[in-house]
C-alpha cells in the first residue's frame, strides 16, 4: 500500500493526470489480485483497501495537477511583460535566435519591425503616467490583433515595441507595419477624464537577409529606420 501511494505520488510529479489515472488503476488491480492471492488476507477490508488507493490517487492527481499549473504560471511569468501580456525582451532574443536558425534552413526570409510611440514623454507629462500606461496597453492590443499567431510580438523596453514576423518578405513587413501605423492613428485613446488621446507610432523596418546577413544588426538597422 505504501509502495501504491508514492509511485502514485510520483507519477503525478511527473507525468500528465490521464497517465496518473491509468497506472493507479493498473496498480490498484495489481495490489489486490496480490493480497486476495494469500491465504492470510481472506478476511481483509477490501472495501476500505479500495477506498484508501482511490482517495491516494485522487490526491495525487489534484496535486500534480495544481503543481503543473504553478510551474506554467511561474514559466509564463519569467517571458512576459508585467505591464502589457506581451513576451519580454529576453523571450524576444531567445525565440529570435531560433527563428533565425529555422528560416536559414527553409531558406526563407524574416522581418524584423521595431516601433516606438511619438512623443511618449509629453503624454506622460500632459496626461499622468495613468494614461502612458493605458497608451501602451492601447498599442499592445492593436499589435496583437494585427499580427499572425506564428508572429512574435514583445514590448522591447519603456514605449519601444518590437515584431519577429518569420516567412516574411519586406512587402509583408510594411503591409503589417502600415496596417498597425493607421489603426493606432485611427482609434483614439479615450483618458480616465473623457480626454481622447491621439497617438502615433515611428516604424522601423529590416528583413534577413535582404538588408543585412548579420543578425545583430538587424535591430540595429532596424531601429534607425524609426
Not at 501602451?136 to 514590448?155: E, G, P, Y
Not at 482609434?187 to 507610432?201: H, M, Q, S
Request: with cysteine.
Amino acid at each position: 500500500i505504501l509502495y501504491v501511494g508514492l509511485s502514485v505520488q510520483g507519477c503525478a510529479i511527473l507525468l500528465k493526470e490521464r497517465w496518473v489515472i491509468w497506472i493507479s488503476i493498473a496498480e490498484m488491480i495489481a495490489v489486490l489480485t496480490i493480497l486476495q492471492s494469500m491465504a492470510k488476507t481472506t478476511g481483509a477490508n477490501w472495501l476500505s483497501l479500495f477506498a484508501f488507493i482511490l482517495a491516494t490517487s485522487a490526491i495525487a492527481v489534484s496535486y500534480g495537477h495544481t503543481n503543473r499549473k504553478q510551474l506554467e504560471q511561474i514559466h509564463d511569468l519569467s517571458i512576459r511583460d508585467s505591464l502589457t501580456g506581451l513576451y519580454n525582451r529576453r523571450y524576444m532574443e531567445e525565440t529570435f535566435d531560433r527563428e533565425i536558425e529555422r528560416m536559414i534552413r527553409k531558406e526563407r526570409k524574416l522581418a524584423v519591425i521595431m516601433t516606438d510611440v511619438d512623443y511618449f514623454k509629453t503624454i506622460n507629462d500632459s496626461y499622468g503616467h495613468v494614461v502612458g500606461y493605458l497608451v501602451l496597453l492601447h498599442i499592445a492590443q492593436i499589435l496583437k490583433s494585427n499580427t499572425r499567431s506564428s508572429d512574435i510580438v514583445c514590448r522591447y523596453g519603456g514605449d519601444e515595441f518590437t515584431l519577429i514576423l518569420p516567412e516574411c518578405d519586406e512587402n509583408g513587413a510594411m503591409a503589417v507595419a502600415n496596417r498597425i501605423s493607421k489603426r493606432i492613428e485611427r482609434e483614439k485613446l479615450i483618458a480616465p477624464d473623457g480626454t481622447k488621446v491621439g497617438i502615433t507610432i515611428s516604424i522601423g523596418i529590416c528583413v534577413y537577409p535582404q538588408h543585412t546577413m548579420s543578425q545583430k544588426d538587424m535591430f540595429v538597422i532596424a531601429d534607425s529606420m524609426m
